[in-house]
């Protein structure tokens, strides 16, 4: 149940993406998601700094900065 709700939303956000980019709302978006993440652990930062957050924090800055780089 869990596999097939995955793939279907995975499949949605695909089109959705393929929208946005043929629209040109693609960076708007883009730049949207960045700031409610970053908004989040910025928030759970400043409640105290526990180990799995720091990972949680690298993994999303290394993924972002790949994002930029393509």
């Given at each position: 149940?869990?596999?097939?709700l995955?793939?279907?939303?995975?499949?949605?956000?695909?089109?959705?993406?393929?929208?946005?980019?043929?629209?040109g709302?693609?960076?708007?978006?883009h730049f949207?998601?960045?700031?409610?993440v970053l908004?989040?652990?910025?928030?759970?930062?400043?409640?105290?700094?526990d180990s799995?957050?720091?990972?949680?924090t690298?993994?999303?800055?290394?993924?972002?900065?790949?994002?930029?780089?393509?």
């Open positions: 149940m869990l596999s097939t995955i793939l279907v939303t995975s499949g949605l956000f695909v089109v959705l993406a393929v929208n946005a980019a043929k629209t709302k693609a960076r708007d978006l949207l998601g960045g700031m409610v908004a989040y652990l910025w928030f759970r930062a400043r409640q105290g700094v799995p957050l720091c990972s949680l690298e993994s999303g800055a290394l993924y972002w900065h790949m994002v930029d780089l393509l």
